[in-house]
Nanobody, 124 residues
């Protein structure tokens, strides 16, 4: 059974940091790209970041470049999203997803499996 478990969300003040984790199981981790998406109330889900587990290549949305860092621990089948300099507009439910052949990492349709979300709230 494929499982993606996202955790690490919480409430933080603007300028603060959080680290999200996505623990994966049930598929060959090294063959997949793992992406992070977020959805704020009343808004569409947007791609935030992605890492290719096989070669470590990464993608970041313009809105998070320079503030967020994605990394992967292949031995633990876990991907991390370090979020620094958080802003109130980063408030959203964050989801992780896995895709076998991801050409457009910011697009939802590229991903095969999805985890449940974790809430991130940034207060001003």
């Amino acid at each position: 059974e494929v499982q993606l478990q996202a955790f690490g969300g919480g409430l933080v003040q603007a300028g603060g940091s959080l680290r999200l984790s996505c623990a994966a199981s049930g598929f060959t981790f090294d063959d997949y790209a793992i992406g992070w998406f977020r959805q704020a109330p009343g808004k569409e889900r947007e791609g935030v970041s992605c890492i290719n587990s096989s070669d470590g290549s990464t993608y970041y949305a313009d809105s998070v470049k320079g503030r967020f860092t994605i990394s992967s621990d292949n031995a633990k089948n876990t991907v991390y999203l370090q979020m620094n300099s958080l802003k109130p507009e980063d408030t959203a439910v964050y989801y992780c997803a896995a895709g076998y052949s991801v050409l457009r990492p910011g697009r939802e349709y590229e991903y095969d499996y999805w985890g449940q979300g974790t809430q991130v709230t940034v207060s001003s």
